[in-house]
C-alpha cells in the first residue's frame, strides 16, 4: 500500500442527543497499512469513534478524513467505499436470504456490472475459506462462521481501511485463533476496537487508549501493554507476554520475564 496518512481526526467531539458528552476531543492520524488497537474501558468512547470512521455518525465539531478527504454528508458514499465496519454482532449487517447474497448486496449499490460482482463475492468468500456455505442462510450457520461474512461483506467492497469493533467477543479460542490469522492476511489500514489485549497484542504495533472521550496514550503495544500504572487507571488488565507466545519473532521483551499467563 502507498505511503500517507489513511484516518485523520482533528478535535472530534460528539455529543447524543440526550446531551450525553461521549466524545470531547478526539485527536489521532494513523498511517496507511497501519494495524492499530484501540482500546479503553466500557463507556470511555470507543464505540461511538469508531461509528465517526464512515460517517454513521458526524461529529459536533471537528473533522475527520479517510486518506485526506473530510466526511460530510456529500462524501459519504465515496467514504463508505474506502471505510468498511464489522459490528461486534455479526448479525447487525447479515440480512439476506443467503451468504452468497448478503457479500454481493455492498458491491450491488456500487453499480458494477454482473461478473464484476460475482467476482468481488468469489475473492472475498474464498479468503475467508466460506465458499461453501455461499447458498446457506447466514443465520444457521455459527457465530464464528457469521463472523467470517460480515467480514467478507466487507472485503467484497475493498475498503481500503477495516474498522473491527470486538472482534473475538463471544468467540472459542480455536474460532479466536482463526480469526486472528484472517484478520493479520489482509491487506488494509486495519483499526481494531477491543478490550482484548491478547488480540492487541499479536495483531498490532500500536495502541491507542480512549477514555471519557479523548486520547490519554497512544504509543507502540510493547510500551502500552508494559506499563501496568497506566492500564490500572485506565480500567484494564495487565497481561504478560512473550513474542513466541504471541506469534511474534524476535527477542523478548520488556515485560516477557514474568509468567505468561496466557
Do not use: W
Not at 41 to 69: D, Q, R, Y
Not at 134 to 142: E, F, G, R, T, V
Not at 146 to 151: L, P
Not at 212 to 223: I, Q, W
Amino acid at each position: 500500500m502507498t505511503n500517507g496518512t489513511a484516518v485523520e481526526v482533528n478535535d472530534l467531539h460528539f455529543t447524543y442527543p440526550d446531551g450525553t458528552s461521549v466524545l470531547k476531543g478526539i485527536n489521532l492520524n494513523i498511517k496507511t497499512g497501519e494495524t492499530v488497537a484501540i482500546v479503553g474501558p466500557n463507556g470511555a468512547g470507543k464505540s461511538t469513534f469508531l461509528l465517526h470512521l464512515n460517517g454513521v455518525l458526524l461529529g459536533k465539531s471537528g473533522e475527520v478524513k479517510i486518506f485526506g478527504m473530510a466526511i460530510n454528508k456529500k462524501t459519504l458514499k465515496e467514504i463508505r467505499q474506502k471505510v468498511g465496519i464489522v459490528f461486534k454482532n455479526p448479525d447487525d449487517q447479515l440480512f439476506c436470504p443467503t451468504v452468497y447474497e448478503d457479500v454481493a448486496f455492498g458491491p450491488q449499490n456500487m453499480n458494477l456490472n454482473e461478473k464484476e460482482i460475482d467476482d468481488r463475492v468469489h475473492a472475498a468468500l474464498n479468503a475467508l475459506d466460506i465458499e461453501s456455505i455461499k447458498n446457506k442462510s447466514a443465520h444457521h450457520l455459527s457465530f464464528g462462521q457469521r463472523k467470517r461474512v460480515a467480514i467478507a461483506t466487507v472485503l467484497a467492497m475493498k475498503s481500503k481501511v477495516l474498522v473491527f469493533d470486538e472482534p473475538s467477543s463471544n468467540l472459542d479460542p480455536l474460532t479466536k485463533r482463526k480469526l486472528i490469522k484472517t484478520i493479520n492476511s489482509l491487506d488494509a489500514t486495519k483499526l481494531i476496537v477491543t478490550q482484548d489485549l491478547y488480540m492487541a497484542a499479536e495483531l498490532c504495533d500500536r495502541v491507542v487508549i480512549i477514555n471519557n472521550g479523548v486520547v490519554v496514550k497512544d504509543a507502540a503495544t510493547d510500551d502500552v501493554l508494559s506499563d501496568e500504572a497506566l492500564l490500572e487507571e485506565n480500567n484494564l488488565e495487565f497481561i504478560s507476554r512473550c513474542r513466541v507466545c504471541s506469534g511474534k519473532s524476535g527477542t523478548e521483551n520488556s515485560f516477557s520475564k514474568k509468567q505468561c499467563r496466557r
